[in-house]
T-cell receptor, first 110, second 113 residues
Framework: GEDVEQSLFLSVREGDSSVINCTYT??????LYWYKQEPGAGLQLLTY?????DMKQDQRLTVLLNKKDKHLSLRIADTQTGDSAIYFC??????????FGKGNQVVVIP | DAGITQSPRHKVTETGTPVTLRCHQT?????MYWYRQDPGHGLRLIHY???????DKGEVSDGYSVSRSKTEDFLLTLESATSSQTSVYFC????????????FGPGTRLLVL
């Protein structure tokens, strides 16, 4: 499969912005995704970006895509305690498959 | 939430016993997937299906088999469970309408003693 890299842990104070980074390998990926996993739950689709876009904003979420460096980031504005979770980036490859990073745990400090 | 259920949600079994996990969807999506999630590894694809009776291997398929006899059900079988198969198993579905967005079930926590 593809190799998607993420840093493992981030702590942030409530109300601050948090930024999660990811690098991916397949320059032909059509879409790149961010998923959120809360404790004991499945993965919830947060947002995605089409590969021909540089930026996508969705309420408090901003996704930035740097295709040259194969770098994807997710910025969460005004981070809330409910944002505490593990965040996974994923890239498309092959026949309708996704390759996931190892996840980045975000802890929001009140 | 997409209509995906997994059963059982929790299971404890012994080494060497067969185990079958079920994924059921009500979305009529074409693609279905089985992943396992382990600390330090993220999600890894076990098997996937691109239609009834059409399946293919993922990156960690050894020791697992799957079957899809109807659109709504995708079964994952561990023929002879081993302790290394202790994990959380997630099912996902997608419908290729210009993208490959996958929607996940709630997971099955399996412990092999």
């Amino acid at each position: 499969g593809e190799d998607v890299e993420q840093s493992l842990f981030l702590s942030v104070r409530e109300g601050d912005s948090s930024v999660i980074n990811c690098t991916y390998t397949d320059s032909s990926s059509t879409y790149l995704y961010w998923y959120k996993q809360e404790p004991g739950a499945g993965l919830q689709l947060l947002t995605y970006i089409f590969s021909n876009m540089d930026m996508k904003q969705d309420q408090r979420l901003t996704v930035l895509l740097n295709k040259k460096d194969k770098h994807l980031s997710l910025r969460i504005a005004d981070t809330q305690t409910g944002d505490s979770a593990i965040y996974f980036c994923a890239e498309t490859y092959g026949n309708n498959r996704l390759a996931f990073g190892k996840g980045n745990q975000v802890v929001v400090i009140p | 939430d997409a209509g995906i259920t997994q059963s059982p949600r929790h299971k404890v079994t012994e080494t060497g016993t067969p185990v079958t996990l079920r994924c059921h969807q009500t979305e009529n999506h074409r693609y279905m997937y089985w992943y396992r999630q382990d600390p330090g590894h993220g999600l890894r694809l076990i098997h996937y299906s691109y239609g009834v009776k059409d399946t293919d291997k993922g990156e960690v398929s050894d020791g697992y088999s799957v079957s899809r006899s109807k659109t709504e059900d995708f079964l994952l079988t561990l023929e002879s469970a081993t302790s290394s198969q202790t994990s959380v198993y997630f099912c996902a579905i997608s419908e290729r309408t210009g993208g490959e967005t996958q929607y996940f079930g709630p997971g099955t926590r399996l412990l092999v003693l």
